[in-house]
């Protein structure tokens, strides 16, 4: 059976509880549990057993040294118009974090998968949002524009498998790559 996988660097249990802590309980905006908070690397859907056998080897190579990460600065997705996505950013074009996002991409390539070709913008979904008009959210993106929620150490990152539910979506973790030694 098909499965539904995506490729996050965790956040430290203090910066999940920072930005549950947000929450300006707008109404039609959800803020995401804080156990589900991550900054995505890739979504692969509906791959099979063997690409996802594949994929598995072929993040396990990746080698990367660990490395420190600003969070900071509030957005929207769409920029313009309704309100879908709440986010925070990671700075400006962080080298090693793009390094890992284009061997994660080169990895699922090499298992078989599509690439997605979209620009790739880095941030951490902190609430969706249906419904809501760009303004019922302003005061909070003006409030929160210059947000410094501090720095976080990435030195691993994850595969999860993600099943949708009623309830909202339920993450498992299958894989764990850690930085290499010596690092």
């Known amino acids: 059976m098909p499965k539904r996988l995506f490729v996050a660097i965790d956040l430290p249990e203090s910066t999940r509880e920072l930005l549950a802590g947000l929450d300006p309980h707008i109404r039609g905006v959800r803020w995401v549990d804080p156990a589900q908070m991550h900054l995505t690397l890739g979504f692969f859907d509906d791959v099979p057993d063997h690409v996802d056998l594949a994929l598995r080897e072929k993040l396990g190579t990746i080698e990367f040294g660990a490395f420190f990460l600003p969070l900071c600065g509030v957005g929207t997705f769409p920029a313009k118009g309704a309100v879908k996505i709440v986010w925070i950013g990671v700075g400006k074009a962080h080298p090693h974090?793009?390094?890992?996002?284009?061997?994660?991409?080169?990895?699922?390539?090499?298992a078989g998968l599509e690439p997605d070709l979209r620009p790739w913008h880095p941030h951490i979904t902190i609430a969706r949002c249906r419904d809501v008009a760009l303004q019922s959210v302003r005061k909070f993106l003006q409030l929160n524009a210059e947000i410094d929620a501090g720095m976080i150490r990435v030195d691993a990152f994850h595969l999860y498998s993600s099943k949708l539910t009623p309830?909202?979506?339920?993450?498992?973790?299958?894989?764990?790559?850690?930085?290499?030694?010596?690092?």
């Open 97 to 110: 974090l793009f390094q890992i996002h284009k061997r994660v991409q080169e990895a699922a390539l090499a």
């Open 167 to 183: 309830a909202g979506p339920i993450h498992t973790r299958e894989l764990t790559v850690g930085c290499s030694r010596g690092r």
